[in-house]
């Protein structure tokens, strides 16, 4: 069993940063692939990035492709996004996400944290 709690959104202006945290309990965090999604109101979720569980591989959306970075620290049980050159449609609510490996189901969803991008 994995918790996920996010944190770091907020409001910000486009062309600014933020860095979305994502705090995992439990002995196996290093196991498990992370990813992160977003959900805009009205729109369906997006598959944003993804990082494998040594962080070795990385998949990023075209939509961020270039703007944003996940990284993982596994000793501290932690993923992170940074988002940099932010735009007013990356406002949405964003949710961390863990599977046990490539191709099987995101067994574990955070709570989600708003990230708004005001023009």
């Known amino acids: 069993q994995v918790q996920l709690v996010e944190s770091g959104g907020g409001l910000v202006q486009a062309g600014g940063s933020l860095r979305l945290s994502c705090a995992a309990s439990g002995r196996t965090f290093s196991t498990y692939t992370m990813g992160w999604f977003r959900q805009a109101p009205g729109k369906e979720r997006e598959y944003v990035a993804r990082i494998t569980s040594g962080g070795g591989s990385t998949y990023y959306a075209d939509s961020v492709k270039g703007r944003f970075t996940i990284s993982r620290d596994n000793a501290k049980n932690a993923v992170y996004l940074q988002m940099n050159s932010l735009k007013p449609e990356d406002t949405a609510v964003y949710y961390c996400?863990?599977?046990?490996?490539?191709?099987?189901?995101?067994?574990?969803w955070g709570q989600g944290t708003q990230v708004t991008v005001s023009s």
């Open positions: 996400a863990a599977r046990r490996s490539l191709g099987l189901p995101w067994d574990y």
